[in-house]
């Protein structure tokens, strides 16, 4: 379920894959590509501290129930 969500709600809010790319390499110094960051969200193989990034880049909230 979180996969399907998570997904959804990041690519509603970012619009646009390759800027979210360019705001997490500009926040981290590590470079992320469009298809990197299209990978990982679609294979689920985000790592926690990418999860942390992408939802202050988006301002989501992180909450685990």
Known sequence: VC?????????????????LAEKMSDFTG????????????SRSSLKYDEVEIIAKILDFKITIE
């Open 3 to 19: 996969k399907r969500n998570c997904k959804n709600n990041v690519i509603k809010k970012s619009n646009d894959s390759k800027k």
């Open 30 to 41: 590590r470079k992320y590509t469009r298809q990197s960051v299209s990978n990982k969200i």
